[in-house]
């Protein structure tokens, strides 16, 4: 077991371009998280997939930002027209849920810093 | 909402016992999660509790007052590479359970 893997793990880019990470979770999760982290805070939660279907989305979640998970497996997020207050770091993480049990343990990905210019 | 207090930084001696508290106020509560990150690392999987009382795990102790929303994290012979911020995260009870982060306490221990 690898663990959870994101790429790239830094990505450096203009105001107005678009920007797409990648998140590959332990394989046998069934749930997958991001997060953003800002300096100084702890992870500010975005969205979460159930297998391929998306749950839950933070009402802070700008239109702009949009994830996948198409197979259940990898999840990408993409942001659109980046904006300097998008520079943070992306945090993926992924958890079992098996049987409705609600103690899922989440362990993190990396995380990938993103820096808008 | 969710609303989680817990100090900004602490500093101990090598050896040493710190406990980090962290209050908080909840729209529903099944239980509360604490995480160690490491400056520049991922969040790592500290403990969980869901009853009242005390979880012992090695060095690392979490404590849970459901009644009072009130938790700490006490940390015993405290080593170099404790250093990192401590992340209280209570859970909500409705829907994901997904847990909120509060902002971490920065530990820094010196010799």
Redesign the interface.
């Known amino acids: 077991d690898t663990g959870?893997s994101q790429d790239p793990r830094h990505k450096i880019t203009k105001r107005g371009q678009n920007v797409t990470f990648r998140c590959d979770p332990i394989s046998e999760h069934n749930r997958l998280?991001w997060?953003r982290q800002t300096l100084?805070?702890?992870?500010?939660?975005l969205t979460?997939f159930q297998n391929e279907a998306q749950?839950?989305k933070s009402r802070l979640l700008s239109d702009r930002f949009s994830a996948e998970r198409p197979k259940g497996s990898f999840s990408t997020l993409e942001i659109q027209r980046t904006e300097q207050g998008d520079s943070a770091m992306y945090?993926c993480a992924s958890s079992l849920d098996f049987s409705g049990a609600?103690?899922?343990?989440?362990?993190?990905?990396?995380?990938t810093r993103l820096t808008v210019l | 909402g969710q609303n989680i207090d817990q100090p900004t930084e602490m500093t101990a001696t090598e050896g040493a016992i710190v406990q980090i508290n962290c209050t908080y106020q909840t729209s529903g509560f099944?239980?509360l999660?604490w995480y160690q990150q490491h400056a520049g690392?991922?969040?790592?999987?500290l403990s969980?509790n869901?009853l009242d009382g005390l979880e012992e795990k090695g060095r690392f102790s979490s404590f849970l007052s459901r009644s009072k929303g009130y938790s700490y994290l006490l940390l015993k012979e405290l080593q170099m590479k404790d250093s990192a911020s401590y992340?209280c995260?209570p859970?909500g009870a409705g829907?994901?359970?997904?847990?909120?982060?509060?902002?971490?306490t920065s530990l820094i221990v010196h010799p």
């Open positions: 959870v998280y997060y100084g805070q702890g992870p500010e939660f979460y749950l839950e945090l609600r103690t899922d343990t989440q362990y993190f990905g990396p995380g | 099944n239980g999660f690392e991922a969040p790592t999987f969980y869901v992340l995260a859970q829907g994901s359970y997904i847990p909120t982060f509060g902002r971490g």
